[in-house]
């Protein structure tokens, strides 16, 4: 008799335990979930953007002439470092203030020498623990107000807090689009992101198109695309998947008849490239490059005759963070843009921009199409 009423409260006590070890567990995962929510950034597919912009500045003609650069800046850290996602062996994790603000003065100085209509940025810091909370986009504008009195940009990276031991802290980067004429609306527009479980999802960077439009003199408008494209360490359906995204959109423009240009770091190589690198640089690309789905539709700056003639150096965009290289080594920032705009010259300003960022800014001059 007493060893069952013993069983019994053995089990009722055993019961309450288990019970409140439910209870606790669902507790510190809601306090967790919870947590999360509150750092993390979940963007909409589709968000309308605020502009800045000048009532001052002019709108663009049909047939005009129009300079564009495209030029992933590596959020001002300059190329003295080797940092930790650039190689297993890299260990930097922030630049300096000096180094940034060498480098800031230094894109200030190759835009005002090209002084191009529109320019087109990548990785541009705002907020995040690596380059010291600065926003960089103020930073730059006000080196630059009186070329560029129109703007818009857009988050790919945002989160006030990522647990990875190398950032432990916030992180945000953006793109940003700078514009002499007027720009009428902008919108960000999200591309499919990495695979990865429900957390870690939430900290990961969730790239995304910058789309602006300037307006016509005739009532029409251009769509000028941003972007940059996820770095994978593998290749996987990542860049795929995104590039098939990036086609849609521009297919829909040129359904339209409404002309486009898009720009960026779309960390894919052209076409031969591949075979061309070390086999140890391959890691990151396939032999069959993604890009394809945008090059057999569009013209691309540099095209893949320029990317793989006898002066394909000309056209090398990217230098990593890497102490075995001595220069840059391979294209992945590109132009795109409509059969209905007209190429008139492009370049990779390679000679003074080695040491400002891992990417070298391409320029080119387009003709816009003349009004119907």
């Known amino acids: 008799m007493l060893e069952a009423i013993f069983c019994n409260a053995i089990s009722r006590a055993m019961t309450r335990l288990l019970r409140y070890t439910l209870l606790g567990l669902l507790i510190v995962i809601g306090v967790l979930t919870s947590l999360i ?24 003609v049909p047939g005009q002439a129009l300079k564009v650069m495209t030029w992933n800046v590596q959020y001002l850290a300059g190329k003295r470092y080797v940092f930790w996602n650039d190689l297993a062996a890299g260990n930097d994790e922030n630049p300096t203030p000096e180094d940034m603000a060498f480098s800031l003065d230094e894109v200030a100085r190759v835009i005002r020498d090209e002084q191009p209509d529109i320019v087109l940025l990548q990785e541009l810091d705002d907020g995040a623990k690596a380059s ?13 107000a ?3 009195p129109c703007s818009a940009h857009a988050f790919d ?12 802290g916030s992180v945000g980067r953006q793109l940003a689009t700078l514009s002499r004429y007027q720009i009428e609306h ?25 789309v602006t439009y300037l307006p016509l003199s005739d009532g029409g408008q251009i769509a000028v695309l941003n972007t940059h494209l996820d770095r994978v360490i593998q290749p996987d359906e990542t860049l795929q998947a995104q590039v098939t995204a990036v086609a849609k959109a521009l297919d829909k423009y040129e359904s339209r008849g409404t002309p486009w240009l898009i720009g960026g770091d779309f960390n894919l190589l052209p076409l031969g490239q591949y075979q061309r690198l070390p086999t140890e640089q391959r890691t990151p690309y396939s032999a069959d490059s993604a890009l394809h789905v945008l090059w057999d539709k569009y013209p691309m700056i540099p095209t893949n005759n320029e990317a793989g003639g006898v002066d394909r150096a000309r056209w090398l965009t990217h230098y990593p963070n890497d102490p075995g290289l001595n220069g840059p080594d391979r294209t992945v920032d590109y132009l795109f843009y409509s059969t209905r705009i007209k190429r008139v010259e492009a370049v990779v ?7 400002i960022s891992d990417h070298l800014p391409v320029i080119a001059r387009f003709l816009l199409p003349a009004a119907s």
């Open 157 to 168: 990276w945002k989160a006030d807090f990522v647990p990875q031991p190398h950032i432990f």
């Open 186 to 210: 902008a919108e960000r527009l999200q591309l499919p992101v990495a695979p990865a479980n429900l957390i870690s999802r939430q900290f990961k960077p969730k790239n995304a198109l910058l």
């Open 349 to 355: 300003r390679q000679d003074d921009t080695l040491r």
């Open 37 to 60: 929510y509150s750092l993390t950034w979940r963007p909409e597919a589709k968000e309308v953007l605020p502009v800045s912009c000048s009532a001052q500045a002019p709108t663009l």
């Open 132 to 144: 010291d909370y600065q926003n960089q986009i103020k930073l730059l504008q006000e080196r630059l």
């Open 146 to 148: 009186d070329l560029y």
